[in-house]
Nanobody, 124 residues
């Protein structure tokens, strides 16, 4: 499956931003989907994951209560809505997909499909 993320940009501290990731070339509902991020000089880290049907989600601790992951299988798209953004949320955000994952929290090493990334910059 090919992934294309969009929606990144510059936002002020406390603001909101929505990311989307469109999938093509595969059966979208077969894939567990997720979002990761990578800040300069840091490793890529898990942000949020969602099950194939969308009924189960998981979040990295700092994202809980601020970020929401959801998907529309009819549109082959997964979304990440972010609120109360902080400077430490600044990173390149990557969409991730894998057909064989069993959980909604997973490591970057477990992911077989990545989108090209979209930059989110939170300015103070």
């Amino acid at each position: 499956v090919q992934l294309q993320a969009s929606g990144g940009g510059l936002v002020q501290v406390g603001g909101s931003l929505g990311l989307s990731c469109a999938a093509s070339g595969g059966t979208f509902r077969d894939y567990v989907m997720g979002w990761f991020r990578q800040a300069p000089g840091k490793e890529r880290e898990f942000v949020a994951g969602i099950s194939r049907g969308g009924g189960s989600t998981d979040y990295e601790d700092s994202a809980k209560g601020r970020f929401t992951i959801y998907r529309d299988n009819a549109k082959n798209t997964v979304y990440l809505q972010m609120h109360s953004l902080r400077p430490e949320d600044t990173a390149v955000y990557y969409c991730a997909a894998d057909r064989f994952l069993r959980n909604t929290r997973f490591l970057s090493s477990e992911v077989s499909n990545w989108g090209p990334g979209t930059l989110v910059t939170v300015s103070s």
